[in-house]
Structure formats: structure tokens, C-alpha cells
């Protein structure tokens, strides 16, 4: 895959009012082109999807109050209100079981059971993970993103297109994509450019990828 470049292009604030396909055209349709890549990030496409809630909205259980003590402080199921959020989804017992299984794989050298078995645990972000308005909410992560993903590649007319989690750790994940992508390839692109940021904390700006070393490359556009 040829060398990427990251290009953000500004958009409003976007809300569970809008339609992120139709978010991405109404940006994106003069520079989207028929060998670019579309790349949405993952708080953006949720909250389009109103899959999102508030600290008060929820009653905090035993089970995760006793499971966050476990987490380390620096993700969102250290926080009482993101561990519960992910439970709503995922439930309690079922959340408890994979943490407890998680535990046992770990002493034998296998990381990440309980994030694979949960997928709401990685992909849920507590209070401040994203910017105003939605700074005091817990987003979830977003349904369906292979469908999103290619109804933006349809609409768009593009090479593909993908929804991706990136985060200021340079780790990332493409949670859905369109067919016959390399995720691999794409998500290590991602987790290496500066501005990956844009994805996940800026929603008021769509982003794109241009190559830097050959016009005749794959160009990605990331919208986030």
C-alpha cells in the first residue's frame, strides 16, 4: 500500500440528527474520488446512531463495582459509570464471567479475552472522550460499521471505505469496513499519523489520506 498523508477537512458538530453518509457527501463529494479511501471515526458514526448516554441515566451494579477496581486507571472501565454503561449493553453476569475467564487466560499468556468476548468494554468511551456537547456523555461503540462502511463506499463512489477507532495511545483498530480492504494496512497507517487525533476527539472535522510519494497511490479520507 503506498505511503499515506492525513488531510482533516472541517465539518459542524455533528449529533444523533444527522446521517453520517450523508455527513460524509455533503463534505466530502468534491474530493472524494474513485481511488480514495473513506475512513470515519467510530464516536462519530455511534453518536449519529444516538448510541450514547449519561452518567445519571445509570445505576451503578456490585458487579461493576467490584470489576472496575481491576482495570487500570487510564481506560474507561477504571471509571464505575463506563463499566456499567458497557454492562447495560453487554450484561453484568455475561461481563463478569469473560473478566473472571480473561483473568485465567492472562496467567497463561493470552491477553485481550475479556475486550474480544465484550466488545463494548474496548470500544465504550467514558465522560471527556469526546469534545462538547458530547464531553459529558459515555459513547458506545457504534452498530453495524461493516454496513456503514460500505453504504459510504456505494454512496460515495470511492475505493472503500472503513470506521476505525484511533486513539493518542497510536493504537487503532478498524472496527467495519467495505470489501475487499487490507484492515491491517489501514489501521497501521492510522495509528502512525499525527493527526489521528482528528478521528476521535475532533467530530466537527472530516479528515482524508493522500499519498505522499506517488499520485498513483490510494488515497484515504478519514471523517471523524
Known sequence: MAELELVPVKTRILTDKD????????????????????????SVVAITQRRYTRPEELTPSWQ???MRRFVPGEGS????YGM???????????????????????????????????????????VTGTMPPFDKCIVYGPAEPD???????????????VVADVNDLKRSAVLGHSK??????????????????????????LSRITPSSSRTGRRTKETG
Not at 455533503?26 to 467510530?42: F, H, M, T
Open 64 to 66: 461493576a463495582r467490584l
Open 19 to 42: 446521517d453520517i453518509v450523508d455527513v460524509i457527501e455533503e463534505y466530502a463529494k468534491d474530493i472524494v474520488g474513485p481511488d480514495d479511501l473513506v475512513c470515519s471515526a467510530e
Open 147 to 161: 454496513k456503514v462502511a460500505e453504504k459510504i463506499k456505494q454512496r460515495m463512489g470511492c475505493y472503500g471505505a
Open 180 to 205: 475487499g480492504l487490507n484492515t491491517k494496512e489501514i489501521a497501521k497507517s492510522s495509528s502512525t499519523t499525527p493527526s489521528a487525533m482528528l478521528l476521535r476527539r475532533h467530530l466537527s472535522s
Open 77 to 80: 472501565m477504571a471509571s464505575l
Open 84 to 126: 456499567q454503561a458497557a454492562m447495560n449493553l453487554e450484561g453484568e453476569w455475561k461481563m463478569m464471567f469473560w473478566f473472571f475467564i480473561g483473568f485465567l487466560a492472562k496467567l497463561v499468556g493470552k491477553n485481550g479475552v475479556w475486550y474480544a468476548k465484550c466488545r463494548q468494554a474496548s470500544l465504550t468511551d467514558d
